[in-house]
């Protein structure tokens, strides 16, 4: 799937931001690895790329090698443990102020739905 050059950039953006937090690499998010801190920066960033950047988990397996459902599953995780765990706010909250800047201020015109 090709996406437009302004959307890779910010998804890239924000997988460094998520990747420096967690001290993991964007390679180690992409690969099959499986320790407690990979899990959990690969789950905070398709829970961000899918709730702020609405992006469906159809269009985010496409980019990260993994299947729909569990994208899904991961974002439930982190829907889950925002209402029910303090740590998960904590670190959702700092995430948040880091990437804030740089998530577009208005989604239709970022994926061109403007006119639909």
Not at 81 to 89: A, S
């Amino acid at each position: 799937m090709k996406l437009d050059i302004d959307v890779e950039n910010k998804i890239e953006e924000i997988e460094k931001i998520i990747c420096s937090h967690f001290g993991v690499t964007g390679q180690q998010i992409i690969n099959k690895e499986r320790t407690e801190d990979v899990i959990s920066a690969r789950a905070f960033l398709f829970y961000i790329l899918h709730y702020k950047l609405e992006m469906s988990p159809l269009t985010i397996s496409k980019i990260y090698p993994r299947q729909p459902r569990g994208i899904k599953k991961l974002c439930a995780k982190i829907k889950n443990g925002l209402k029910f765990h303090k740590v998960y706010t904590s670190i959702y909250e700092d995430l948040l102020k880091k990437i804030e800047p740089i998530l577009p201020k208005d989604l239709d015109k970022f994926w061109n739905r403007e006119n639909l």
